[in-house]
């Protein structure tokens, strides 16, 4: 039986995706990142090992330890890491000195080049949660209005020219104006913010970067986005049909109905 490395940062993914690999034959091998995973993973991990933010070496030293070949990166790590005091071996040491900036893409496509020259090949991290990518239409009961259709064909716009060149890809806009720009603070804080300026009535839009890469990340919607869009009174949530995941599915278009939240993917 073939053997997967999972990467695990925070949120269900990584269970969700060690489930499905199990499902699917493999034996699967946890590399839990401190302080962001969620212990649970142990439950559904044929090996786990925890490293720090940072711990390169000793991430690949487990991988390479179990004779894993292919690994996913699948949940968060919060990018404020960065800032924090973090503590990393020499190997993730070296590579951050090595990097000609501080993005999440070019850190993330330095550690696939590291995991490949230790002979680990760094899969897409949808390859064990194609189940939850969200289907193209509108996915509540209310369609979004012709108002908020502006908006969300606006925000699309605007979000796509922040994804290419890697700053963000949420959005917050209202009535044709960007109240908020995701950036290292993540999708919540971003939308908690532009809610403020925007009082009520906001529209949040959320896409993939042009040449995206599923290896390192891919845009994800659950009960937590509706919440905090229940929060500040937004009305309309835009997502990219087949490229954005949907967790929790039921629950997550339930509470929207409930807020009269209209949620569309195209």
Not at 63 to 91: N, T, W, Y
Not at 115 to 124: D, K, Q
Request: proline share 3%; aromatic share 4%.
């Amino acid at each position: 039986m073939s053997r997967i490395g999972i990467i695990a940062g925070s949120g269900p993914l990584p269970l969700l995706a060690a489930r499905e690999a199990k499902a699917a034959g493999r034996m699967v091998t946890v590399v839990a990142i401190r302080e962001e995973a969620d212990p649970a993973v142990e439950a559904v991990a044929d090996r786990l090992h925890w490293v720090g933010v940072g711990q390169l070496g000793a991430l690949i030293r487990a991988l390479k330890r179990d004779g894993v070949s292919e690994a996913i990166m699948v949940g968060k790590v919060r990018m404020s890491h960065l800032f924090s005091q973090v503590r990393p071996d020499v190997r993730g040491a070296l590579l951050y000195l090595r990097l000609k900036d501080r993005r999440g893409d070019s850190i993330m496509e330095a550690v696939a080049q590291e995991l490949e020259r230790a002979g680990i090949t760094l899969l897409e991290c949808t390859r064990f949660l194609a189940g939850v990518l969200v289907e193209k239409g509108v996915l509540t009961r209310r369609a979004p209005t012709e108002r908020e259709w502006e908006d969300i064909r606006f925000g699309r716009e605007v979000a796509s020219t922040l994804a290419h060149v890697k700053v963000g890809q949420t959005v917050v806009v209202k009535h044709g104006a960007v109240l908020a720009v995701e950036a290292v603070e993540g999708t919540d804080a971003a939308v908690r913010r532009g809610g403020e300026l925007g009082r009520e009535g906001v529209v949040v839009v959320k896409v993939c970067r042009p040449q995206h890469d599923f290896r390192f990340d891919v845009p994800v919607i659950g009960p937590m986005t509706i919440a905090v869009l229940r929060e500040v009174r937004g009305t309309a949530l835009a997502v990219e049909a087949n490229r954005t995941l949907l967790l929790d599915r039921e629950q997550t278009l339930g509470l929207a109905d409930e807020a009269g939240i209209a949620v569309v993917a195209d």
